[in-house]
């Protein structure tokens, strides 16, 4: 996937928040920051979620390190970590961190299609208090 289309679709998330009536933020070059971040942020009356972003049309591979850093930021912020994942001609949906699964070599974690639907829920379910 390109970096565009990754942007574009975080963009796309963050209009959602928006029009949901959550306060989003961007988190520009996240994945390439020194310091822990996340692709987005979002709160509405003292709830809060940091999300990484993943799109594409087959299995994500998301590396460990990436996984641990949203987990000390959440942590450090005060925020839920999710994993957010949108699929080519589907809709978002959002995981806990404990729900991905490892890749085969281990040093990584994966997301696809299927373990999305089982595991994640929609955003109208994730912005529900």
Same mark, same amino acid.
């Given at each position: 996937? *390109?970096?565009?289309?990754? @942007?574009?679709l #975080?963009?796309? =998330?963050?209009?959602?928040?928006?029009?949901?009536?959550?306060?989003p !933020?961007? !988190?520009?070059? *996240?994945? *390439?920051?020194?310091?822990e971040?996340?692709?987005?942020?979002?709160? &509405?009356?003292?709830? !809060?979620l940091?999300? /990484?972003?993943?799109s594409? &049309?087959? @299995?994500?591979?998301?590396?460990?390190?990436?996984? /641990? /850093? =949203?987990?000390?930021?959440?942590? &450090?912020?005060?925020? #839920?970590?999710?994993?957010?994942?949108?699929f080519? *001609?589907? #809709?978002?949906?959002f995981?806990k961190? %404990?729900?991905?699964? %490892? @890749?085969?070599?281990? +040093?990584?974690?994966? !997301?696809?299609?299927?373990?999305?639907?089982?595991?994640?829920?929609?955003? %109208?379910?994730?912005?529900? +208090?």
């Amino acid at each position: 996937m *390109s970096k565009a289309k990754g @942007s574009r679709l #975080e963009r796309e =998330l963050f209009h959602l928040f928006h029009k949901a009536n959550w306060q989003p !933020v961007h !988190v520009a070059g *996240s994945g *390439s920051a020194t310091i822990e971040s996340a692709d987005l942020i979002a709160g &509405k009356k003292g709830r !809060v979620l940091a999300i /990484e972003c993943k799109s594409g &049309k087959g @299995s994500r591979y998301i590396k460990k390190k990436q996984i /641990e /850093e =949203l987990k000390i930021f959440a942590e &450090k912020f005060g925020a #839920e970590p999710w994993l957010g994942a949108r699929f080519n *001609s589907t #809709e978002w949906l959002f995981l806990k961190i %404990e729900d991905l699964r %490892e @890749s085969k070599t281990g +040093n990584n974690f994966v !997301v696809d299609l299927k373990l999305a639907r089982e595991k994640g829920i929609k955003f %109208e379910d994730l912005i529900k +208090n």
